[in-house]
Antibody, heavy 120, light 113 residues
Framework: EVQLVESGGGLVQPGGSLRLSCAASGFTFSSYWMHWVRQAPGKGLVWVSRIKSDESSTNYADSVKGRFTISRDNGKNTLYLQMNSLRAEDTAVYYC?????????????WGQGTMVTVSS | DIVMTQSPDSLAVSLGERATIDCKSSQSLLYSSNNKDYLAWYQQKPGQPPKLLIYWASTRESGVPDRFSGSGSGTDFTLTISSLQAEDVAVYYCQQYYSTPMTFGQGTRLEIK
């Protein structure tokens, strides 16, 4: 079964750090671009970041640039999001998602999400 | 950034009736070299992740019922549910993947009348 499973969320104080993980299974992880998308409570979907299949290219939303770092370990079939200098407005469910086929393509597989709460 | 605007924000439709959601982009999503529109539609039910329904503006994802259809090109797109079923109650999002940031519309909440 094709599956993405996020972990690493939790409660963190403003200014703190957290690393999210997304474990992939059931497909050739190293062949796909991967993304992080977040959703604040009761709000819509916001794209956060993406990474190329071989980790040679990354992109970020302006709101997280310089604070978040996307990475992957193709040997472990795992995607990561290192989040530093966290702010209250980063509070959200964070989803990892797979790009369907091409570099610019829809997101066909999504994880169940992991909740990040930034609060003192 | 490309801004995606959906209308309406919420919609109530009777069972068996047609539901239509519009999505407008601030710039064309049509890539001239392959004549494809870089537009997707997702369905999100409470407590669940989004589910891909439509990509390339009108191609139905495998396993998606044929009552769901997408149309439009350039900057104006529509998601149509031909005969609303109870299980279609959800929030629907359009998304452009033409360029980063890959922006989503604000969502349309679909309910049963």
């Amino acid at each position: 079964e094709v599956q993405l499973v996020e972990s690493g969320g939790g409660l963190v104080q403003p200014g703190g750090s957290l690393r999210l993980s997304c474990a992939a299974s059931g497909f050739t992880f190293s062949s796909y671009w991967m993304h992080w998308v977040r959703q604040a409570p009761g709000k819509g979907l916001v794209w956060v970041s993406r990474i190329k299949s071989d980790e040679s290219s990354t992109n970020y939303a302006d709101s997280v640039k310089g604070r978040f770092t996307i990475s992957r370990d193709n040997g472990k079939n795992t995607l990561y999001l290192q989040m530093n200098s966290l702010r209250a407005e980063d509070t959200a469910v964070y989803y990892c998602a797979r790009t369907r086929i091409a570099v610019r393509d829809a997101f066909d597989i999504w994880g169940q999400g992991t909740m990040v709460t930034v609060s003192s | 950034d490309i801004v995606m605007t959906q209308s309406p924000d919420s919609l109530a439709v009777s069972l068996g009736e047609r539901a239509t959601i519009d999505c407008k982009s601030s710039q064309s999503l049509l890539y001239s070299s392959n004549n494809k529109d870089y537009l997707a539609w997702y369905q999100q039910k409470p407590g669940q992740p989004p589910k891909l329904l439509i990509y390339w503006a009108s191609t139905r994802e495998s396993g998606v019922p044929d009552r769901f259809s997408g149309s439009g090109s350039g900057t104006d797109f529509t998601l149509t549910i031909s005969s609303l079923q109870a299980e279609d109650v959800a929030v629907y999002y359009c998304q452009q993947y033409y360029s980063t940031p890959m922006t989503f519309g604000q969502g349309t909440r679909l309910e049963i009348k």
